[in-house]
């Protein structure tokens, strides 16, 4: 089993940027796909980006395609989402998840799931 803490979250502006993190415990990170989803008022959760293994296979929604870039460091067991060019249709609770199976873009793959931080981007 794996624990998952999301940080980071916050109010900016329009135009500005912000990384989230997200901490692993627990289990070997390494062995985990790792996923960003966003949930917006009213609205379904919906994948961001996702981030094999290795490091090796990035996937975005295209909505956040340039703007947003998924990483990871399996020594500190931390995936990151560094979001740029935020734009008010980005607020949301985003959310990090981990799974062991390899379809990583959709969000009932995922095993294991944060609590969430909260973007709001003002315009």
């Known amino acids: 089993q794996v624990q998952l803490v999301e940080s980071g979250g916050r109010l900016v502006q329009a135009g500005g940027s912000l990384r989230l993190s997200c901490a692993a415990s627990g289990r070997t990170f390494s062995s985990y796909g790792m996923g960003w989803f966003r949930q917006a008022p009213g609205k379904e959760r919906e994948f961001v980006a996702c981030?094999?293994?290795?490091?090796?296979?990035?996937s975005y929604v295209d909505s956040v395609k340039g703007r947003f870039t998924i990483s990871r460091d399996n020594v500190k067991n931390t995936v990151y989402l560094q979001m740029n060019s935020l734009k008010p249709e980005d607020t949301a609770v985003y959310y990090c998840?981990?799974?062991?199976?390899?379809?990583?873009?959709?969000?009932?793959?995922?095993?294991?799931w944060g609590q969430g931080t909260q973007v709001n981007v003002s315009s």
């Open positions: 981030i094999t293994w290795n490091g090796g296979s990035t």
């Open positions: 998840a981990a799974t062991t199976k390899p379809i990583l873009t959709i969000r009932t793959t995922y095993e294991y």
